[in-house]
């Protein structure tokens, strides 16, 4: 499994200039946004590396900045909008979403590199859960089938 500094890495090498990363100010705003003091580590590597453009990996996907700001906002609608089946879990962190019916949330933002869970709408039990952040963006890197 590859870190995400070397995904960043290879990205670069694939497509130079489609991996843009964030400065500290932008991920301050994002934090500030969704109400948090810290973000775990290793999706705080994600946003210095490649939080406002990771090429090919995310695409079409709302997972970078600035849109990302709002993503609070959207997940509120999107809990409120499956209430029947889905309740937000205690201390998940919804960090992307997919056109609207798709929700991806770390599990425990308190730890390092927390688990990841899709969930689409109207759907009772989560789509697929990666044991860790980086577990999520290797298989996205990798294109690996039902990552979205």
């Known amino acids: 499994m590859y870190t995400v500094s070397e995904i960043a890495e290879r990205l ?6 489609v991996v843009v990363g964030l400065e500290l100010s932008d991920i301050q705003q ?3 946004a969704w109400g948090v003091h810290s973000l775990p580590s290793a999706y705080d590597e994600f946003l210095t590396k490649m939080g406002a453009r990771a090429g090919r990996v995310l695409l079409g996907t709302d ?3 600035p849109s990302i700001i709002e993503m609070n906002e959207w ?6 909008e ?10 998940a962190l919804v960090f992307a979403m997919h056109q609207g019916y ?5 599990t425990d933002a308190s730890i390092s590199d927390p688990e990841v869970t899709l969930f689409m709408e109207g759907q009772s039990e989560p789509m697929r859960v990666w044991p860790s952040f980086t577990a999520f963006l290797n298989s996205h890197y990798l294109d690996e089938p039902g990552v979205k």
């Open 63 to 65: 997972a970078f900045f």
């Open 12 to 17: 670069r090498r694939e497509e130079p200039g």
């Open 75 to 80: 997940a509120d609608e999107f809990f409120e």
């Open 102 to 106: 798709l929700a991806y949330w770390m």
């Open 30 to 32: 994002v934090q500030a």
């Open 82 to 91: 499956n209430a029947s089946s889905l309740e937000r879990p205690e201390g």
